[in-house]
């Protein structure tokens, strides 16, 4: 065969290459693993202890449960239009309304911003904890904090992008530190110090019925269930997507669930009902306690906050990639202003993107840690929540109305009454009705975030008019700025 007709063959219709399909099943399902496994359970699983008590899996379950839901609507989009930029695809192919569209991408972006800078927050008291320091000040985690985010920029600055073998790593690193929780959960149970009778027993410190309890816990808890998305990305890189997509998204959701439920019995066990809701250190996470409980006489609890800083250094930078590259995406699809497209000559980084989003993260970290008396971890795991349950109500509807394009043939297709609920039941946690009055702050900050937005998208609409129209080429939405285009 000719290299000509070999290199036909490996191009797009727009004479680029496309990229090389090499994740078979296994690395396919590490990389979802991974990606939703990190931060999320370390942030959450004491604050759902403190809201439902013994029952603190129960909200893990339920959100795995609309998690998939939408994974289905995932699923069928995804293996009907393959290609990488996800939601704002699915968006402007159901209702081609250049403003939803852009509204979905960029709160895509500030997902990202948000839950990296969530990471940062507890990477900041885990990393000062396995220092020898059990009680940080509020300046030392702050500056801590947006120094995480500043190593992030120059990581990002470099063109390093996200290395799935890297990510093999990580995950395993991070199921070690989990795996160990459950261990010490297992082993305290099992020489009958563990009060595993609690984990049928409900209590709410706000006198909330079960009905809300579980429904406020819920939204807390589908921070931890988010990633799944993101593996949309990976589509062109997937050997047979076909048939090896559904089955390693749904399989990852189920492992990490089963993960979940065995971390949060573990801290029901281990931990004392009166303290279940009062961790040492709120911006570190319950877990930390179980170690040392439940092993006072181990050394675990010296080495194990660095396995934690391994466990969500590693998804705030694919979060922080992920959002600088979809505003370089934006500004190349010409509806965010040209700047924030600039690329580093040498090393062919989107600087002035990552800037503007390392600002961003600044900003918020700052703000909620001097601004408000919520935590990073608490405030910012919450808005992560809020901005992906709108992104995927969004994405069920899309599910729906993208069912009568005749043009694309249907490959895995959900039951209709998947999307339907989805739509729903995401809809329903984006209620105020879903959250305590102390993170009523979610929304100010997604409306913050939105508004930054919003204001720049104008400015681009009333200064620039480009010659293709707005989202002209949505399809490679997420390009790569490393790529050399020569």
Not at 58 to 83: C, D, G, N
Not at 199 to 228: H, N, Y
Not at 241 to 263: K, Q, S
Not at 421 to 432: Q, T
Request: aromatic share 8%.
């Amino acid at each position: 065969m000719s290299t000509e007709t070999t290199d036909a063959r490996s191009s797009d219709q727009h004479g680029q290459p496309e990229l090389k399909r090499v994740l078979g099943p296994g690395l396919l399902l590490l990389f979802i693993v991974g990606d939703i496994l990190g931060a999320g359970v370390y942030a959450v699983t004491g604050r759902l202890a403190g809201q439902v008590g013994g029952i603190a899996w129960l909200p893990f379950l339920v959100a795995f449960a609309i998690a998939t839901l939408t994974a289905y609507s995932y699923l069928e989009l995804v293996t009907k239009y393959p290609q990488a930029a996800g939601a704002a695809l699915y968006a402007h192919k159901a209702f081609g309304i250049h403003f939803v569209t852009f509204l979905v991408a960029f709160t895509v972006v500030c997902s990202g911003i948000t839950s990296a800078s969530t990471s940062s927050g507890l990477l900041a008291s885990n990393l000062l904890i396995g220092l020898g320091n059990d009680a940080p000040s509020k300046g030392l985690v702050l500056a801590v904090a947006l120094g995480f985010m500043l190593v992030l920029a120059l990581i990002n600055l470099r063109g390093v992008g996200e290395s799935v073998k890297f990510n093999v790593v990580l995950t395993v690193i991070e199921m070690a530190a989990l795996a160990i929780v459950i261990g010490i959960g297992i082993w305290v149970i099992g020489k009958g110090d563990g009060d595993l009778d609690r984990i049928t027993v409900f209590e709410s410190p706000d006198d909330k019925g079960l009905f809300m309890a579980v429904t406020i816990a819920t939204a807390i808890a589908f921070f931890s269930m988010v990633g799944f998305e993101d593996s949309v990305n990976m589509v062109e890189e997937t050997k047979d997507p076909e048939r090896i997509f559904p089955r390693m998204m749904l399989t990852g959701l189920g492992i990490a669930v089963i993960i979940y439920m065995l971390v949060a019995i573990s801290v029901v066990a281990v931990i004392p009902a009166d303290k279940i809701g009062a961790p040492t250190n709120a911006e570190a996470g319950i877990l930390i306690d179980v170690v040392k409980i439940g092993a006072p006489d181990l050394p675990i609890d010296d080495f194990f906050p660095f396995m934690t800083v391994f466990a969500v250094a590693n998804t705030a930078l694919i979060n922080m990639l992920m959002a600088s590259r979809l505003i370089y995406g934006m500004a190349r699809q010409q509806v965010l202003p040209p700047v924030l497209g600039k690329v580093l000559p040498g090393r062919r980084s989107p600087y002035v993107a990552i800037a503007f989003t390392t600002l961003l993260a600044f900003g918020l970290i700052t703000y909620v840690r001097l601004g408000s008396e919520s935590t990073i971890v608490g405030s910012l795991s919450g808005t992560t929540a809020l901005l992906l349950l709108a992104v995927f109500t969004i994405v069920n509807v899309a599910c729906l109305v993208l069912r009568r394009d005749p043009a694309r043939p249907h490959g895995f297709r959900a039951p209709t009454i998947v999307p339907v609920l989805g739509a729903i039941l995401c809809a329903y946690l984006l209620g105020p009705w879903a959250r305590l009055e102390a993170d009523m702050i979610q929304y100010k900050i997604a409306a913050g975030l939105l508004v930054i937005g919003v204001v720049l998208w104008a400015l681009t609409r009333l200064f620039y008019k480009p010659e293709g129209g707005h989202f002209a080429d949505i399809e490679h939405m997420d390009i790569d700025p490393t790529d050399d285009p020569r």
